[in-house]
T-cell receptor, first 117, second 116 residues
Framework: NAGVMQNPRHLVRRRGQEARLRCSPM?????VYWYRQLPEEGLKFMVY????????ESGMPKERFSAEFPKEGPSILRIQQVVRGDSAAYFC???????????????FGSGTQLSVL | AQSVTQLDSHVSVSEGTPVLLRCNYS??????LFWYVQHPNKGLQLLLK??????LVKGINGFEAEFKKSETSFHLTKPSAHMSDAAEYFC??????????????FGTGTQLKVEL
């Protein structure tokens, strides 16, 4: 089991370009969570998805950001028209069942570092 | 609303000496508390968690943490540091009222440095 895979590890974009971040959850996991870590800050929740459904997007910026988790393939976090303030580390986590802090384990990927020039 | 404060952004210890990483939390309800570790170029790994059972929680690699409600603290300790413990440590709170991994609140992290 390869664990939660995120790619690319590093992504450089110029202002106004689009950024696509991919997250392949662990085998058998159908719940995916995206977090963002801004410089000097802790991880902050962005969105929670289950296969083909967005369950909770309360942490997503209202504009330019979108996420999907299709039936086949990885979860994608998409940022349109990136700005310098989008520069951050983006982490993905997955779980087999909805994670509620009990016995269910939540596994994190290594993150994608987005740099906007 | 919940929040977590890690009081030290950097901690430096000598190998073989005790480790103390401090964490204070704020939560409206009975919280679940966690410590995660992040090694360079690796994903976050769960060290230990408190979910309203025993207040002294033992985790992996010799780490433990004590939940002190009166002090709203959940400090992470280890009796003897090892070079491999050098990493970033995150204290995390999950409010039971909101529930779910989608409502985790992370501290800003403490960078632990272990010197010979």
């Amino acid at each position: 089991n390869a664990g939660v895979m995120q790619n690319p590890r590093h992504l450089v974009r110029r202002r106004g370009q689009e950024a696509r971040l991919r997250c392949s959850p662990m085998k058998g996991h159908s719940h995916v969570y995206w977090y963002r870590q801004l410089p000097e800050e802790g991880l902050k929740f962005m969105v929670y998805l289950q296969k083909e459904n967005i369950i909770d997007e309360s942490g997503m910026p209202k504009e330019r950001f979108s996420a999907e988790f299709p039936k086949e393939g990885p979860s994608i976090l998409r940022i349109q028209q990136v700005v310098r303030g989008d520069s951050a580390a983006y982490f993905c986590a997955s779980s087999r069942m909805p994670w509620t802090g009990g016995d269910e384990k939540l596994f994190f990927g290594s993150g994608t570092q987005l740099s906007v020039l | 609303a919940q929040s977590v404060t890690q009081l030290d952004s950097h901690v430096s210890v000598s190998e073989g000496t005790p480790v103390l990483l401090r964490c204070n939390y704020s939560s409206s309800y009975s919280p679940s508390l966690f410590w995660y570790v992040q090694h360079p170029n690796k994903g976050l790994q769960l060290l230990l968690k408190y979910t309203s059972a025993a207040t002294l929680v033992k985790g992996i690699n010799g780490f433990e943490a004590e939940f002190k409600k009166s002090e709203t603290s959940f400090h992470l300790t280890k009796p003897s540091a090892h070079m491999s413990d050098a990493a970033e440590y995150f204290c995390v709170v999950s409010d039971q009222e909101s529930g779910g991994g989608n409502k985790l609140t992370f501290g800003t992290g403490t960078q632990l440095k272990v010197e010979l």
